[in-house]
DNA sequence: CTCTCTCTGTAGCACTCGCTACATGTTCCA
DNA sequence: TGGAACATGTAGCGAGTGCTACAGAGAGAG
């Protein structure tokens, strides 16, 4: 492994854990036993650093999700898909797309070119996910979509909320409607 | 209308415009006619100005969201309320939502209460609608919550996708399940 | 007229930011 | 053994940050 592929992979579990608004190198590359200089050297440019770290948390995620054994039946599927994306692994990871997609607002980049390449590879994920569960290819997309857009969006206020159990009712709510 | 209000409508507008990561006060205060100096001198302290401007945005998309006519069923409640979360007001004020809900994910004050008080009253108002439009008390509730959930989420995505009738479809589908 | 209270401009503090210039290892190949 | 290429430490630049100290302007009250 390259210096630089370790680097990205130690930078990463960092931002998993520390945040991505608001990185700094300096702690950043403190905690790394390095300095600000050197990321700067390995990686050009704090922009291109980022677009790394962004690219290596979106693969872990995809290793998990693909590695999902199939569900039994759409409805397993859609409330299977959200436990596995609110585990302790893919939350973080979650938690940092977050936000990429907040940074990326406004038209800035790389943030916007990684959430767009993250955005797709998710959605062919879930969908072929529910194509395993018996879904027919045109029904799978569908409700990918469908399920893609309400997990986002439970995943996204659930560090605010207090009652944890709620959102996998809602799922639960949702897989029953479109099972 | 005091000094401190009007500048707080129109650093609203402000910053709805150009975004709430990485706002600064210093080109705030030179969009609006005054100084940084002058903004801490109103508002305390920027944490205060920003908890300011959040509330200000949600006070305008409350009053929008409240002044929905009655939808005839509920499967076009939910694609009424769709259309209306998409229009150009309420659009920024949610892409403002995302900002501050990104920059709560650690816990930050004041994006954390201001972002948890805004949850609260929008699944109030999603309930009255659904409620409005021949929902019982019970089922609005649980609707509200699925619809919250996957409203947020494809607006998360929107700035990003480039199909923007694809969200729209995805609404109709998730209205035809569940209406 | 003077005193007080609200408001505002100027200047600057102490700090952080991404990034760079320059010099110095360190390694490996000819 | 010499030289090139890669790697790294030190120091610092220029810009920007939230915020403050200080002085003064303006208005209203006695």
């Known amino acids: 492994m390259t210096k630089r592929e370790d680097l990205a992979q130690r930078a990463t579990d960092y931002v998993l854990e520390h945040g991505l608004i608001g990185l700094s190198l300096r702690p950043l590359a403190a905690a790394l036993g390095t300095s600000d200089r050197m990321l700067i050297y390995h990686f050009g440019s704090k922009d291109e650093l980022i677009a790394t770290v962004l690219a290596t948390s979106n ?3 995809m ?3 693909r590695a999902m054994p199939r569900s039994a039946s759409v409805r397993a599927a859609i409330v299977e898909l959200w436990d ?7 939350e973080a990871c979650q938690r940092m797309y977050v936000e990429a997609a907040a940074l990326g607002l406004f038209g800035r980049e790389p943030y916007v070119g990684s959430v767009r390449a993250s955005n797709q590879v998710w959605l062919e ?14 029904r799978a997309g569908r409700l990918a979509a469908i399920v893609d857009a309400a997990i986002n ?3 996204f206020d659930r560090p605010l909320d ?3 159990a709620e ?3 809602v799922i639960e709510d ?3 409607a479109l099972g």
Chains 1, 2 share one sequence.
């Open 125 to 138: 994920a879930i969908t072929e996910h529910l194509r395993n569960a018996g879904a027919s290819a045109d």
């Open 167 to 169: 959102a996998r009712r």
């Open 174 to 176: 949702l897989a029953a």
């Open 162 to 164: 207090t009652d944890e």
């Open 153 to 155: 969006g439970l995943l």
């Open 59 to 61: 693969e872990r995620s």
């Open 84 to 90: 596995v994306f609110t585990s302790t692994k893919l």
């Open 63 to 65: 290793r998990i999700v």
